[in-house]
């Protein structure tokens, strides 16, 4: 199990952050002055992690890379899911979840079906095709704007494991008490500069400014990173 690193002027707080970019260079700089990775790779997941891990690299003179992970979806219900599948084409099922909505295995594999091709299409607009970097005896840090359930980071630890980093780190805004604590457990060091232990977490709730990124938002945000 690893250990967690928070801000403790920011426990419990809302609205900590003004966007996703401030986000990422305090968290950025968190790491920099705390910590010292050796070879790091920023692995970043779209679209919301795209802003704050382009931070995180620039901070720590990283690359940056991508990590297309998609939750599968509630059949009825965009805005939540019951697993995820990542890019490398695991799939991760979230089987008391499952079991609670009724949801016959044919609707599963329906909802995967459609997730899968999902997610090959946005490996293709964002990488074009490009594939997973070798992450052998590196720092893996996994970025993405905040963790709820924490499930799709899951799903992206579990693949990211298959490619033999030296160590794997989590590195987010902020998360729920809970959700932090079940990652800390499966990474080498999770870095949360706000942990709240509300009942009703929110991650938007920790930015005065949020929104939805688009694709176009994302592939500009990628762009800026090749011209540096």
Same mark, same amino acid.
């Given at each position: 199990m690893g250990g967690i690193l928070d801000n403790p002027k920011f426990r419990e707080r809302r609205f900590v952050f003004s966007d996703r970019q401030?986000?990422?260079?305090?968290?950025g700089a968190c790491i920099r002055s705390h910590l010292e990775y050796p070879d790091p790779v920023v692995i970043a997941i779209p679209?919301?992690?795209?802003?704050?891990?382009?931070e995180v690299a620039l901070a720590l003179g990283a690359p940056l890379e991508l990590a297309i992970v998609r939750k599968i979806q509630i059949p009825g219900n965009t805005e939540a899911g019951f697993g995820a599948i990542t890019w490398d084409g695991q799939v991760l099922i979230n089987e008391r979840l499952r079991e609670a909505l009724g949801l016959s295995q044919g609707e599963v594999d329906a909802v995967v079906t459609l997730t899968r091709k999902n997610v090959q299409e946005?490996? !293709?607009?964002? @990488?074009?095709?490009?594939?997973?970097?070798? +992450? !052998?005896?590196? @720092?893996?840090?996994?970025?993405?704007?905040? +963790? !709820?359930?924490?499930?799709?980071?899951?799903?992206a630890i579990q693949s990211i494991?298959?490619?033999?980093?030296?160590?794997?780190?989590v590195a987010v805004p902020t998360a729920s008490a809970s959700s932090a604590e079940r990652i800390a457990a499966e990474v080498d060091q999770l870095i949360c500069l706000n942990i709240r232990s509300s009942k009703r977490f929110a991650?938007?709730?920790?930015?005065?400014?949020?929104?939805d990124l688009d694709d176009r938002e994302v592939i500009e945000e990628l762009a800026s990173m090749v011209d540096r």
């Open positions: 401030d986000a990422g260079k305090k968290l679209a919301g992690g795209v802003p704050v891990g382009k946005r490996i !293709a607009r964002f @990488t074009s095709g490009r594939p997973f970097p070798d +992450l !052998a005896g590196k @720092t893996a840090i996994l970025v993405d704007d905040g +963790l !709820a359930s924490g499930f799709t980071m899951l799903a494991h298959t490619s033999g980093p030296a160590r794997i780190i991650v938007a709730e920790a930015y005065e400014h949020w929104y």
